[in-house]
């Protein structure tokens, strides 16, 4: 059986750091492309960050660029976001998701029907 289990979220006040860790059990995902998602309440889903399995190339939304980092650790079949300079509007549950697609970059890795694996989530509060 497939899993992605979300790790490390919490409560943080706004200028703070968290990482979030994402354990995949089930399959190697060395070949899949690694993704991080988040909801906040009464919005939509929101593309984070992407990782691709060749170069390990990534990718970050617009909110989140140059706050946020994504890394895999293939050995460990794990992949991480770490996430510096927090604000209260990162607040959401934070997914992990995986896939196994042969498009690449943007308007392929950002699109959430993507993925065919997803962790429970983890809540992520930043407080002002």
């Known amino acids: 059986q497939v899993q992605l289990v979300e790790s490390g979220g919490g409560y943080v006040q706004a200028g703070g750091s968290l990482r979030l860790s994402c354990a995949a059990s089930?399959?190697?995902?060395?070949?899949?492309?690694m993704a991080w998602f988040r909801q906040a309440p009464g919005k939509e889903r929101e593309f984070v960050a992407a990782?691709?399995?060749?170069?390990?190339?990534?990718y970050y939304g617009d909110s989140v660029n140059g706050r946020f980092t994504i890394s895999r650790d293939n050995a460990k079949n794990t992949v991480y976001l770490q996430m510096n300079s927090l604000k209260p509007e990162d607040t959401a549950v934070y997914y992990c998701?995986?896939?196994?697609?042969?498009?690449?970059?943007?308007?392929?890795?950002?699109?959430?029907?993507?993925?065919?694996?997803w962790g429970q989530g983890t809540q992520v509060t930043v407080s002002s």
């Open positions: 089930g399959r190697t995902f060395s070949r899949d492309v």
């Open positions: 990782i691709g399995w060749i170069i390990d190339d990534t």
């Open positions: 998701a995986a896939a196994f697609v042969v498009c690449s970059g943007y308007g392929c890795y950002d699109r959430y029907s993507l993925y065919d694996w």
